[in-house]
């Protein structure tokens, strides 16, 4: 392999994708195999020098595979993977160490993977935001805990959203048009432009963009009285990012920035196989059996993210020294607004109320507020010594506020009807809607103060050791009130979660010869524990408080990652990068639902591991061909048993069982083909088919428990009994995506057709249980198969 750690090898000198074809005329010029520079490191490095496993999808490789979005993302990297939990909620995995399905009403479980825009840290439990791919440099994708680096989150691994930064020199802008039409669905499409202004003689440059995108629904939605409302899903994702870069001398380069993003949604990508007012038990009502992309609703649903990101990050140049200071401020808000009225319904039944107080619409609102202040300042050795340092302070303090409301009109007289005169009053507890039975405020506070730092030495000249770690304190601070009948009537009750401690890791790279690196990593990672919200007891049964009710808190996580693996690059155009892995986790913080009580609790396992072997290869067959294969084959599983308070095993949580989420295989190839076309004077066409193939999977660990597809909803209501079964089968069946693209590039103009989804597909992403599967069953599923084209034009000086 050639080290641009140890030469000045020509290819060390351009930083751009990993495979490149250059086109002049009407013939094909010779390819250029271009190394990825990434900063991993907080450092710039070739990807191949990097000791230890990562990816870096490139803008081209992006526009390549067709994807839109993280989610999509992710099947084209070995190892990753994200759960969809619905418009704008994602749970992201890397290396099958996951904790299980995260719902919108566990704000105080931490993310296991950091997700950071460039500098600054942007990842959120379940709210991860969805950010467009437009205008990026790349996204990395670093495998393994990170902790040393990027602290808590990233126990399991960080992904990093590279943008493109000002360019001081050049003049150059991108404008990009798309429709497209849904099977079965909508129309979307969208507009994405891009200016870049340099100005001060070289010394500044602005870069601006902006994007809108419209999303086609495809999910149906039967309405009472037998309508249906069509496409319910659609939604919209607008956003715009400035950047403005100073160099007032060769020393010194200052870049604030903002970006901007909103998120909509008119609906949720969830498929019903039962809902309490749509099944085929019912008699006194209209008997209905669900299709597939079909669901029931009594009220419209809809999704907002709204999030703004500012920050600022100076870099300074010294003789012997770079210093770097990053400054960011987040502010979020999060609404998921949902039909709850077969979840208010349930509950309604059961506690005796007439069919017509049973049928109230209720609506579930949920918002989270974020306000995020980081601060970063990191000084690294810049010199051709054989020593290498890194270090650096890092400083976070979170506020994040999340509340809960049930608005279901005629419900306060409901409940005095039914459970006598100023029931609802006298359960308030301060809030004043007495027709929303569940009320909650939790605002929450995460302070954390880090330092951190990394030495490499070159041993000789193939053998280089890096040594590194970080000391952290966290201190974790929740407040809880709430009211309702539905709710426990905490009034001001306050929990603190404090940790600190310290991480390590070791790294160790042997460059076997011009062509093969060894690298070899042993690190440790980290996750906050924290505090579980009470049940909510009048939904529970006698069962379900003995069996949850002990788990007021969770310990914090951690994890050993060992790794091997290999980096191949030949001057022909092949890489092969390669490495096995085994992950030791002790107290893994699984979440469990808390069946009748539509609450859920988090719960440390006390052994765990995952295991596996994940490769990435590029090649370039012939000048007019490129192929790229990517593949991860991996174990999860427990290696202790979890018992309730009976002795028996809990929610799956047994030796030998797997961790929900991620599968055992994961496999994804791209194929491209370059040829000219002289009709149109010279240009140069392309075509693309990229295949994704995921694995089985499961969404929680009780899911593969012997008869955890079997629900009886034991709610009388409608001419049902309540002892009908519904029987699913909750293995997430394995599923392959082909996506089929060709186009034609003209100067600077370029044209894409394209058909993602080709066999329509319709896989089951998650399953989605209310109120333990008694009011409501569902998967949430993907997007049909989408026909579109796309058109750009580039602009430079």
């Known amino acids: 392999m050639t080290s641009c750690r140890k030469t000045t090898h020509p290819l060390c000198a351009v930083p751009a994708t990993l495979l490149a074809l250059s ?134 691994g960080t992904i990093r959203y590279i943008t493109n930064k000002p360019n001081l020199n050049e003049f150059e802008g991108n404008v990009e048009l798309n429709l497209n039409s849904v099977t079965d669905g909508d129309i979307g499409g969208h507009v994405k432009g891009m200016i870049n202004l340099p ?31 069509k496409d319910v899903n659609g939604g919209n994702r607008t956003g715009a990012r400035a950047a403005l870069t100073f160099a007032p001398n060769d020393m010194l380069t200052i870049t604030p920035r903002v970006v901007y993003q909103e998120v909509e949604a008119d609906g949720f990508n969830r498929q019903e196989a039962y809902n309490l007012y749509a099944n ?34 100076a870099d300074a140049s010294f003789s012997s020294f770079d210093l770097t200071f990053v400054a960011s401020k987040t502010d979020r808000e999060i609404l998921v607004s949902r039909d709850a009225s077969a979840l208010t319904g349930s509950v309604s039944v059961d506690l005796g109320y007439t069919d017509a107080d049973v049928l109230l619409p209720s609506n579930l609102r949920d918002t989270t507020d974020v306000d995020q202040t980081t601060f970063e300042i990191r000084a690294s050795s810049n010199t051709e010594g054989r020593l290498q340092w890194l270090f650096g302070l890092f400083y976070s303090d979170t506020d994040r506020t999340y509340a809960q409301r049930l608005p279901t009109p005629g419900y306060a007289a409901a409940t005095d009807a039914a459970l006598g005169a100023g029931t609802s009053a006298s359960v308030a507890n301060g809030f004043t809607n007495l027709d929303s039975p569940f009320n909650s405020d939790l605002p929450y506070n995460v302070e954390q103060t880090a330092v951190f730092g990394e030495v490499s030495y070159d041993i000789n000249e193939e053998v280089q050791l890096t040594v590194g770690g970080r000391f952290y304190d966290y201190t974790d601070k929740r407040t809880i009130t709430s009211g309702g009948l539905f709710a426990n009537g905490d009034f001001n009750e306050s929990d603190t979660t404090s ?85 030791d986790i002790d107290d893994l913080q699984v979440n469990l639902d808390a069946n009748n009580c539509s609450s859920r609790v988090a719960v440390n396992v006390k052994d765990s591991h995952t295991a596996g072997v994940e490769f990435e290869l590029s090649a370039q067959p012939s000048e007019s061909f490129e192929v790229s294969i990517a593949g991860s084959i991996l174990e999860s599983e427990f290696d202790s048993t979890f018992l309730d308070v009976n002795g028996s095993p809990l929610a799956g949580l047994i030796d030998g069982n797997r961790l929900a989420s991620v599968p055992e295989f994961q496999f994804a190839a791209t194929g491209s083909y370059y040829f000219p076309v002289e009709m149109f004077g010279g240009s140069n066409g392309f075509a693309t088919m990229t295949v994704h193939h995921v694995g089985d999977r499961f969404t929680q660990p009780g899911d593969q428990v012997t008869g955890a597809g079997q629900f009886a909803s034991g709610l009388a209501f409608g001419g049902a009994t309540g002892n009908e079964l519904n029987v699913l089968d909750l293995q997430l069946d394995p599923y392959t995506i082909i996506n089929l693209s060709a186009g034609v590039e003209m100067g600077d103009w370029s044209a ?34 989408t026909i579109g084209i796309t058109l750009r034009r580039n602009f430079s000086n």
């Open 23 to 156: 086109i002049s005329g009407s013939a094909f010029a010779q390819m250029i195999i271009e190394e990825i520079v990434v900063t991993a490191t907080k450092r710039e490095a070739s990807i191949q020098d990097i000791p230890f496993s990562i990816n870096a999808q490139t803008a081209a490789d992006i526009e390549r595979s067709g994807a839109t979005d993280l989610e999509g993302l992710s099947r084209n990297v070995a190892g990753l993977t994200v759960q969809n939990l619905g418009p704008g909620q994602s749970q992201v995995a890397i290396r099958g160490v996951s904790a299980g399905q995260i719902v919108r009403d566990q704000p105080g479980v931490k993310e296991q993977v950091g997700v950071y825009l460039d500098e600054s840290v942007i990842s959120l439990s379940l709210f991860t935001p969805d950010l467009d791919l437009y205008d990026l440099n790349r996204v990395e994708t670093l495998r393994g805990p990170q902790g040393t680096l990027f602290g808590s989150g990233s126990v399991g």
């Open 199 to 229: 100005f001060a003689d070289g010394r500044a440059g602005l870069r601006l963009v902006g994007y809108t995108t419209e999303y086609g629904g495809f999910i149906d939605a039967l309405r009472e009285g037998g309508g249906v409302s």
């Open 280 to 313: 085929p038990f019912t008699t006194t009502r209209p008997a209905v059996q669900l299709g597939e992309r079909q669901q029931f609703l009594r009220l419209n649903e809809e999704f907002t993210d709204e999030a703004l990101i500012a920050d600022v990050t």
């Open 499 to 583: 940790s600190d401690g310290f991480t390590p890791r070791v790294m160790l790279s042997w460059d076997l010869n011009d062509d093969m690196t060894f690298n070899a990593q042993a690190s440790q990672g980290f996750r906050l524990g924290g505090v579980n919200d009470p049940l909510n007891v009048t939904l529970c049964s006698a069962d379900d408080i003995a069996t949850f009710g002990g788990f007021q808190k969770f310990a914090d996580e951690t994890l050993w990652n060992y790794e091997a693996g290999l980096k191949t690059q030949y001057d022909n155009g092949v890489t092969f990068n390669a490495a096995v892995f085994y992950t």
């Open 752 to 785: 894409t057709a394209y058909i993602h989804n080709l066999g329509d597909e319709n896989a089951n992403l998650s399953f989605d249980r209310e109120r333990g599967g008694r009011a409501r069953l569902a998967f949430r599923t993907n997007t049909p198969r």
